[in-house]
């Protein structure tokens, strides 16, 4: 089945620095959305980036599509302790969303 | 502020017992959707329902059913529940895509089954 993968997996990062995690799927989309979820709670929208769009900013968030590759990447800058939380980038069909794996994301004060 | 609540954060039962987990969205939104995360494997799709007393299977209903009697009400019912599906369950919703993307999440439900 269609389904994004994250990488790394895992990620530990000091306070400050700069944080970028990486997203691929299958299939042609319409659109691609990066979640945070925090240990183990439920999951927060963080952004949306269309088929037609190859970057955009939200805040600290940078997040840029390559549909030629299928790829995705999410940039943190100026991290915090409170980035510490799993991504997962989502992609969507008729009804249905795809979720990948997931990068784990530590930021260490 | 929109939320979606899940009617407990833990649970514990038995092999063979009947479950329901419950969930409420205050927004009004016509879809939602029930998920479970395991780790290594991400979220997988259970169940979702695009309106009142429609639901559709998701990729691993086995094992699963669902009641959608009101708009707000999304349950999942585990008919026996068995040490296999120990796991983290999430509800959620959102608008028609063709309106939104964006899914709201309740704060999950951690169910052990002994």
């Known amino acids: 089945s269609q389904q994004g993968e994250e990488d790394p997996q895992a990620l530990s990062i000091q306070e400050g620095e700069n944080a970028t995690m990486n997203c691929s799927y299958k299939?042609?989309?319409?659109?691609l959305q990066w979640y945070r979820q925090n240990s183990g709670r439920g999951l927060v929208h963080l952004i949306l980036?269309?088929?037609?769009?190859r970057e955009k900013h939200s805040g600290r968030l940078r997040v840029t599509l390559d549909t030629s590759k299928k790829s995705s990447s999410l940039l943190i800058t100026a991290s915090r302790a409170a980035d510490t939380a799993s991504y997962f980038c989502?992609?969507?069909?008729?009804?249905?969303?795809?979720f990948g794996t997931g990068t784990r994301l530590k930021v260490l004060a | 502020d929109v939320k979606v609540t899940q009617s407990s954060r833990y649970l514990v039962k038995r092999t063979g017992e009947k479950v329901f987990l419950e969930c409420v969205q205050d927004?009004?939104?016509?879809?939602m959707f029930w998920y479970r995360q395991d780790p290594g494997l991400g979220l997988r799709l259970i169940y979702f329902?695009?309106?009142?007393?429609?639901?559709e299977k998701g990729d691993i209903p086995e094992g699963y059913s669902v009641s959608r009697e009101k708009k707000e009400r999304f349950s999942l019912i585990l008919e026996s529940a068995s040490t296999n599906q120990t796991s983290m369950y999430l509800c959620?919703?959102?608008?028609?895509?063709?309106?939104?993307?964006?899914?709201?999440f309740g704060p999950g439900t951690r169910l052990l089954v002994l």
């Open positions: 329902s695009y309106d009142v007393k429609m639901k």
């Open positions: 299939t042609s989309i319409n659109n």
């Open positions: 927004m009004d939104h016509e879809n």
């Open positions: 989502v992609t969507s069909g008729t009804y249905k969303y795809i």
């Open positions: 980036i269309r088929s037609n769009e």
């Open positions: 959620a919703s959102s608008r028609p895509q063709t309106l939104s993307e964006t899914q709201y």
